[in-house]
């Protein structure tokens, strides 16, 4: 009877202490728990009109990391990590596009900077009794502080930390991006065994490696509030193209500035909550292609277009 009285009150004060935490708590949690979790689990990811259904998987195995993430609809193209190898699984070869890898969409969660996330949004803790893939939650709600990012809700595992859903919010409360898991399990029997490729499928392996660090020649007159470089200095894509990348903690755009020998106009491309922009701009006698993509409204990337400039003094 001691002992039931002890862990009564144990989980009671487990309860309050995650009762009692702030959003940015819940949110670092969520981040911990992608490293500190094995899981096995279905989600549904819906975008710009289209929705699929993924299977996510990652355990630690032998030592040893393994995350697999497979496309449970249409061509059923797969991700496969064991460490710093990458293995892209294809059903068959036709299917294959030179340098194409699918968005593991958790891995912008993995670091999130609260300092800048506390400037740019109001985080509220809305609801700490909601229910997703049958397990208790508690919803977030990270509300833009002005007009150059997105609204954001999470809803997050109690018990783990673990993101059970994710929807990104755009102008007059407009759904633009949902990850929703329908079940999730997080002490899978995983072995190595499956995250072996199917011997009939086509597979590209990878080796993960950081681009080379390069001198930044380019910065931006203006940021929103929260926005910053994540590099101070830039990193090399390909022998013509260099890449810088902005953050306000969650948001991230990515801008890749590119030698070119042709004027380009001004363009724009939409899907669901990302944005591309492109325009060339021309420095003595060379043309240089600037693309900025990122998953914010699209004045913020047409802005940035407009005041990023040549040299690196001004940030």
Not at 272 to 278: Q, R, S
Not at 283 to 290: A, E, G, R, S
Request: charged share 25%; hydrophobic share 40%; net charge negative.
């Amino acid at each position: 009877m001691i002992r039931g009285v002890i862990i009564a009150l144990l989980v009671s004060a487990s309860s309050t202490l995650w009762a009692a935490q702030s959003g940015v708590d819940w949110l670092s949690r969520m981040t911990e728990s992608f490293d500190s979790l094995s899981y096995d689990g279905v989600f549904v990811h819906q975008e710009a009109g289209a929705m699929n259904s993924m299977r996510v998987r990652r355990g630690l195995i032998g030592g040893v990391e393994y995350e697999s993430l497979e496309d449970l609809d249409g061509q059923r193209i797969a991700v496969i990590r064991i460490d710093d190898s990458v293995i892209c699984v294809f059903p068959e070869k036709d299917d294959y596009v030179a340098g194409f890898v699918p968005a593991e969409p958790f891995r912008r969660f993995q670091e999130l900077d609260k300092e800048r996330l506390k400037q740019a949004y109001d985080i509220q803790v809305v609801d700490k009794n909601q229910r997703i893939a049958s397990r208790q939650a508690v919803k977030l709600k990270l509300v833009p502080k002005d007009e150059y990012r997105y609204g954001h809700e999470f809803w997050i595992d109690k018990s783990t930390g673990f993101l059970l859903k994710h929807d990104v919010i755009g102008r007059d409360n407009k759904l633009l991006e949902r990850i929703q898991f329908t079940s999730v399990s997080f002490s899978p029997d995983l072995k190595a065994a499956d995250f072996a490729p199917n011997d009939d499928s086509y597979t590209q392996r990878f080796i993960e490696v950081e681009p080379q660090v390069v001198k930044r020649d380019w910065h931006f007159d203006w940021l929103p509030d929260g926005f910053g470089l994540v590099w101070q200095d830039a990193r090399r894509m390909n022998d013509s193209t260099n890449m810088m990348l902005l953050s306000d903690g969650l948001s991230t755009v990515s801008v890749f500035v590119e030698q070119t020998n042709k004027k380009r106009p001004e363009a724009f491309m939409h899907l669901g909550a990302t944005i591309a922009g492109e325009k060339s701009i021309q420095v003595d006698d060379q043309i240089y292609l600037l693309t900025l993509v990122g998953e914010v409204p699209a004045q913020t990337i047409q802005r940035l277009m407009a005041v990023i400039m040549p040299g690196s003094n001004n940030d």
